[in-house]
Structures are given as C-alpha cells and as structure tokens.
C-alpha cells in the first residue's frame, strides 16, 4: 500500500520538490512556463486532437457531517445563506433530465457531502437511476464524488453503473491535513483516503480521479506528491487514476479557514497543470468552473480534458429554486458555451468515456 510509503517519498519531496517545480522560476511567467506551456498542449493535441469531454456536477445532498474548515457545508456552516437541502429520488430524476434531455450532457457526476443518511445503497439507486435516464439518450457516464468506500462498496457501485469516481486528496501534507479536518469523523483519516485510489484500481472502476485542492498547503509539495503517487500506483497496479481534480480554494462564507497564503497565483496554477499535462497527457484534468472561461480554455489547450460546462453546487440547482452553494462558480450553460470552444480550437466529444476516450482525435 502507499501509506506503508508515504513517509519517505513526502520526506523526499519535502527536501527537494519535483523539478521544475522547485526552480523559483516556475510559475513567474518567464521562459521556463512558456516552455512547459508549449510542451503539454502539444502531447495533448497530438493524443486527443482538441476534443475535451463535457461533464457536470449534479449535487445529491448538501447536509454534512464534516467539518472541513475550508468548506462552505461543513458542520456548523455560520453561511446565513445555506439552506441543507437532500434530493428526494424524484427530484434527483428531473435534475438528470434536464441536464441529459435538455442541455445535452452525456456525463454527470452525482455529488455528496457526507450525508450520514445517505448509504451506499442508495447511492447505487441513485447511479441506476441517472444510468437508465442517460440511456434512453444514448450514452451513459455516471460519475461520483462522495467520501471514500470501501473495495466491496466500490465494486456494488460500478455494478450498478458507475463509470468513474473521483476522490481529491485535499493536501498530502499530513500536518495540514489534521488542522484542515478536525474531529473523528471519516475525513479526518487520512490514510483511508489516501489509500481510496488502490480500493477503486481494486474494483475495477473505468475512470479514477485523484487530485488536491490547491491553496490548503505548499503547492509545489503537493503537486510533487501528485506524481510520485501516480508513478508509483502505476509500477504496482499497471494504472493510477485517469482523471485528474485540479481545484483551486475559493473563498467560502460559512469557512472558518480563510486564509489566501497558499494560493498558487493564476500563472503558477496553469503552469502546475501544464506540468502534470506533459508529464502524464493521458491523464484527463477536470477543468473546473470555479475558474473564469477563458482560464477554462488555458487549461484545455489542445484538449485531453474533462470540461464542466453546465454547474450549480447547490442540490437542486438546476431545477428547483434551492439556495446555499458549497463555492461560487461559473455556470458555462452548454448550448450557448459549446460554440465558444469550437472557436477555440476545441471540440467537445459529448459521449465520452474514460477508457476509450484516448483514442477521440488520434
Ligand atoms: S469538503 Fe465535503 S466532506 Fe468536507 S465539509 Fe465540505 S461537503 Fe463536507
């Protein structure tokens, strides 16, 4: 396992982070970004040709039973805005609807806080009910974001449908971690999650997602641990996750962390995926609508990517009038975006799927 690792490669990457991130020089904007700059849109253009894969959020339920100091639904959220809303099955069923018959998505990520009344069974009704809406489209993507499960869990899911999983890591910094989630609760075991991206290899899920949410802890550390994970999953198991979270801390009203010191500037955080992107281009970045558009596009050249278009991280966003989101975002409605990236040189690929996307505009 990696954790029985852990301690030596993060006391490595402490002493001495991966090259190029530890040249001072990187992310100033200078020739070292152009270069990796011009390097990943080039191993991505000539592995997927332009195409990204249009994807969005669907949050299933906002009630938290952790307390994640950054995040607006944490336990004792003081966001006089939030309301706690859980979908009811039927409302769950009108969201996938009308992002599946009405705004063309062929992908959608089912989205949990740790709801402690949610169970994994039902989290398998959920993915079959979102499976059988998407194929009477057609296609059928069904993604999740939730706490980590067990080997066992993770297989019952994708025996209910579900094509990838994604779990950020948050930060690999140990310390950090134990400020950023206190208490007992599941979020707080680090190990847990950090050895979820073995369970889901285990399972055999499609796609896996791993990635941290840059601004918790010194970046150039964590994006290190990134590819030391990577490498390291992929000697063992033949594979590490095929899908990377590149977040990046937005601020959050009902947070009790609000500190900004650790936000990669933009041009170090297009650099550091530009970084991953040449480095591992068959991996896919979920280019993420907490970023403006046309830093969306940035992190998409030459295509290889997930793209949110569509988003609401609120349960319910899209079809009822539910307030409280976990973080502000773009909302890159589908039809009127999809345009914007062909002009762009990109061409969203609607049905898509983890495994044979590699292939789409080789
Ligand atoms: S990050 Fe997730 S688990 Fe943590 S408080 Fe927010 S919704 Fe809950």
Redesign the pocket.
């Known amino acids: 396992m990696f954790s029985a690792v852990f301690e030596q490669h993060w006391r490595e990457v402490c002493g001495r982070p991966e090259p190029p991130l530890d040249d001072p020089a990187f992310g100033s904007g200078g020739p070292l970004d152009a270069h990796l700059a011009a390097l990943a849109r080039h191993r991505k253009a000539e592995r997927f040709g332009g195409a990204v894969f249009p994807v969005s959020p669907l949050y299933v339920t906002s009630i938290?039973k952790?307390?994640?100091t950054y995040?607006n639904?944490?336990?004792g959220s003081t966001d006089p805005g939030l309301k706690r809303v859980r979908l009811s099955e039927g409302e769950l069923e009108r969201e996938v609807r009308f992002l599946v018959e009405e705004r063309g998505l062929r992908a959608v990520e089912l989205v949990y806080?740790?709801d402690p009344l949610i169970t994994v069974d039902e989290i398998c009704r959920h993915v079959e009910i979102a499976a059988r809406i998407m194929a009477r489209a057609g296609h059928v993507n069904v993604g999740l974001s939730a706490?980590p499960a067990s080997t066992e869990d993770y297989r019952r899911l994708r025996d209910a449908g579900l094509v990838f999983s994604v779990v950020w890591m948050e930060t690999y910094d140990p310390a950090r971690y134990r400020e950023l989630h206190p208490g007992r609760q599941t979020?707080a075991d680090f190990f847990w999650r950090l050895e979820s991206y073995e369970r889901m290899i285990e399972a055999g899920l499609e796609g896996i997602g791993y990635g941290v949410l840059s601004g918790l802890a010194d970046w150039r550390r964590d994006w290190s641990m990134l590819a030391v994970h990577q490498r390291w999953l992929r000697k063992t198991y033949g594979r590490g996750p095929n899908i990377l979270g590149i977040p990046r801390l937005r601020p959050a009203p009902g947070a009790t962390y609000q500190e900004r010191a650790f936000v990669p500037s933009d041009g170090a955080f297009r650099s550091l995926v530009a970084w991953h992107n040449a480095l591992f281009p068959d991996v896919l970045p979920f280019v993420s609508t907490r970023e403006e558009f046309e830093t969306c596009l940035q992190l998409a050249a030459g295509g290889g990517c997930l793209f949110t278009l569509n988003c609401s991280t609120v349960p319910g966003g899209y079809t009822l009038a539910n307030r409280g989101a976990?973080f502000v975002t773009g909302n890159y409605d589908a039809p009127l975006f999809a345009p914007r990236l062909r002009a762009s040189g990109l061409e969203p690929e609607w049905a898509w799927r983890p495994a044979t996307c590699y292939t789409v505009g080789v």
């Open positions: 938290c952790e307390r994640c995040c639904y944490r336990a806080a740790s706490e979020k976990q």
